[in-house]
């Protein structure tokens, strides 16, 4: 078989405005972008990185510059995966080889993963954290969502007078939060009470990487999500007992193909799945479109906070995202 070409790019993606979350602030999203070609058909793919873990653009262009003429080889998505850690760089060729592949065959990538034809997704619309009042502005902006996500900082009261302001403008909607690792174990009953009040839900991360056994006998009326604390398909069988629904994201454990793999082995456990994003253009959002056909809670909302998205791209209408086949793994790519 003929090597590949494969190009790799780092660009960044500029925020409409700053964006924040717990100990974090952006301006922009910073990416890599990867083609992969045969000379006939091309597979693209968009890497976002994992910013807590300090897989940022310039980490994930050193990995894949040390891996370029094994990846021109045109390995399988499965010797990829022993090739190159989680994170993402692999994300990026993972979802390159998937739209190559597809190509190649003249199949889209959702009928090549063995998957029904996919349907439009209700998403979450994510509300960054802010003042009480300029959050349930937001919330009131976002008319078509019934699905809103606030971002908390573990600022205990302040936080729960966030989720009051937006229950209020939206008493319609459903309310999940995202504690992106910001509370102490010793405020968690105070929490939940007080986020039960409002109808949220789904908790998201409360605690830090690391604190996960805090979590054990912990009896909550609302489901909780574990995100920073499930990174790969390794993570999965320690969330039972401890988390209720696990968040995958396609940066963190390095594509779609361990991302398909994370959901079977969730639903295998009696987990409830999640997919989610970190952040990126509809390029990055179209393969997670994909995982997100058999989860339960969807959160790709990445390019409602660009300044420019790239064209063609995913479609938000009544709440729900579409990405097309001209989006990103069409047969005729």
């Known amino acids: 078989m003929a090597r590949l070409k494969v190009t790799v790019k780092a660009e960044k993606l500029p925020l409409q405005k700053p964006f924040r979350i717990s100990g974090y602030v952006f301006d922009a999203f910073e990416v890599v972008l990867v083609t992969l070609s045969d000379g006939e058909y091309r597979g693209r793919g968009e890497g976002g990185g994992v910013y807590y873990l300090g897989d940022n653009a310039s980490a994930m262009l050193k990995v894949l510059d040390n891996a370029v003429t094994l990846i021109a080889e045109y390995p399988s998505r499965e010797e990829l995966r022993h090739m190159l850690p989680p994170g993402g760089a692999r994300n990026a060729v993972d979802c390159a080889l998937w739209e190559l592949e597809a190509a190649r065959i003249g199949i889209p990538v959702w009928r090549l993963a063995g998957k029904s034809a996919p349907r439009p997704l209700r998403t979450t619309f994510t509300i960054g954290a802010d003042e009480p009042g300029a ?130 082995e969730a639903r295998r456990l009696g987990l409830q799945v999640m997919v989610g994003n970190m952040g990126g253009s509809s390029l990055a959002m179209a393969p997670s479109f994909v995982l997100g056909q058999e989860c339960d809670v969807v959160d790709l909302d990445g390019p409602i906070f660009l300044a420019r998205d790239r064209h063609p791209g995913v479609a938000y209408s009544g709440g729900k995202i579409w990405a097309g086949a001209e989006v990103w793994g069409g047969a005729s790519t």
């Not at 912990?218 to 489901?223: E, H, N, T, V, Y």
């Not at 993570?235 to 994370?262: P, S, W, Y």
Request: net charge negative; proline share 3%.
């Open 135 to 264: 959050m349930g502005e937001t919330a009131r902006c976002y008319t078509q969502a019934s699905n809103i996500k606030i971002k908390l900082t573990g600022e205990l009261d302040l936080d729960l007078a966030r989720v009051e302001a937006v229950r209020a403008a939206r008493p319609d909607v459903w309310i999940g939060v995202d504690g992106n690792q910001g509370f102490q174990e010793k405020e968690l009953d105070a929490l939940i009470a007080g986020l039960q009040a409002q109808r949220v839900a789904l908790l998201e991360q409360p605690l830090a990487r690391g604190r996960e056994a805090d979590l054990d006998g912990l009896r909550s009326p609302i489901p909780i999500a574990g995100d920073e604390s499930i990174l790969s398909l390794d993570d999965v069988e320690g969330a039972v007992g401890r988390f209720d629904v696990i968040n995958i994201k396609l940066d963190k454990c390095g594509g779609l193909t361990e991302g398909l793999m994370m959901a079977q």
